[in-house]
């Protein structure tokens, strides 16, 4: 069975960090490309940042400068540090699984973990 399980969400004042952890199972880690989305209240859910199975990463512009993914391979946790956090930062966080090309798999979703920026 896999799964995708976040944490570290929660409640941080404006400027202040978290960081949050995406632990996947039942899947081969090492062969897919991970995201972090989020979707705050009456929007969409939008990429946040992606980092390849060979560790290329990529951020939305909004977050660029702010916020760092990372994975650790050994452990099938992807991580994502953010830092310098605003109340636009508010939203439920979800991370994604999708097979790098030429693997077969299927696209897996956690079920996300909130974020909330206030004061």
């Known amino acids: 069975q896999v799964q995708l399980v976040e944490s570290g969400g929660g409640l941080v004042q404006p400027g202040g960090s978290l960081r949050l952890s995406c632990a996947a199972s039942g899947i081969d880690f090492r062969n897919y490309d991970m995201n972090w989305y989020r979707q705050a209240p009456g929007q969409q859910r939008a990429l946040v940042a992606g980092i390849t199975s060979i560790g290329g990463t990529t951020y939305a512009g909004s977050v660029k400068g702010r916020f760092t993914i990372s994975r650790d391979n050994t452990k099938n946790t992807v991580y994502l540090q953010m830092k310098t956090l605003t109340p636009e930062d508010t939203a439920v966080y979800s991370c994604?699984?999708?097979?790098?090309?030429?693997?077969?798999?299927?696209?897996?979703w956690g079920k996300g973990t909130l974020v909330t920026v206030s004061s």
């Open positions: 994604q699984a999708v097979p790098r090309e030429e693997y077969t798999g299927m696209v897996y």
